[in-house]
Each structure stands twice: as structure tokens, then as C-alpha cells.
């Protein structure tokens, strides 16, 4: 069973740039589609982004030009770059991998992704 542990949340103002990181313990990391999602009070979980094995990436349009999804297969470890941090980016956000496929099923569907990280805080003060 891969492990997925969320890690770079914390509080910024609006403007300013966090990196969040995701380990994945096991030796099959490389193999996988991998994505980021967010959840904030009261709403629903939300999609970010996901990235493919080959690299191939989507962003939700809400993050599109600020935030990029790479992944360093060598060290296990998914990234997610945030720029231009709005308030509307608070939230929970979680790392998820699909462990049965390379290309990342659209983020709507959720029950497609079996791995699920606890969660690090990304708050975002105006």
C-alpha cells in the first residue's frame, strides 16, 4: 500500500507563493497518475491539478498561470507550486494518486482516486 504525506502548508498573505510537497512511500511512484485537490469550509472537494507518468498535466481554470504541478519521480515526491495566492486559495489540500492509471482520470471523479493524503493547510490572508 502507497502512502501519501502532505507537507509546505501554512498562512501567506494575498501575492505571495507556497510549495506544497506529497511523498510516496513504495517503489512503484513513477507508474501512476498523481493530482492535487483542495477542500474549503463548506464546499465541496475541488480538483487543482493533476499530472500524468509521461508529464502531461491539467489545471483547473481557477489556478491556471499560477500554479504548476511537477513531479520529481527519482525522489518519490509530487510538488505543487503556488503563485499569486489569492484568498479564495484557502483551503485544505490534499494529494491524491490513481494507482491503476498512467493518464489521470478527470478530477470530477473522484471515487477514481484510491490514494488520498491527510491534508495540509494553505491560508491566504487579503
Known amino acids: 500500500q502507497v502512502q501519501l504525506v502532505e507537507s509546505g502548508g501554512g498562512s501567506v498573505q494575498a501575492g505571495g507563493s507556497l510549495k506544497l510537497s506529497c511523498t510516496a512511500s513504495?517503489?512503484?511512484?513513477?507508474?501512476?497518475?498523481m493530482a492535487w485537490f483542495r477542500q474549503a469550509p463548506g464546499k465541496e472537494r475541488e480538483g487543482v491539478a493533476t499530472?500524468?507518468?509521461?508529464?502531461?498535466?491539467t489545471y483547473a481554470d481557477s489556478v491556471k498561470g499560477r500554479f504548476t504541478i511537477p513531479r520529481d519521480n527519482a525522489e518519490n515526491t509530487l510538488y505543487l507550486q503556488m503563485n499569486s495566492l489569492k484568498p479564495e486559495d484557502t483551503a485544505m489540500y490534499y494529494c491524491?494518486?490513481?494507482?491503476?492509471?498512467?493518464?489521470?482520470?478527470?478530477?470530477?471523479?473522484?471515487?477514481?482516486?484510491?490514494?488520498w493524503g491527510q491534508g495540509t493547510q494553505v491560508t491566504v490572508s487579503s
Open positions: 491524491a494518486a490513481d494507482y491503476w492509471e498512467r493518464v489521470c482520470p478527470p478530477t470530477s471523479l473522484l471515487d477514481e482516486y484510491s490514494g
Open positions: 513504495g517503489s512503484t511512484y513513477s507508474s501512476f497518475c
Open positions: 499530472i500524468d507518468v509521461d508529464g502531461g498535466t
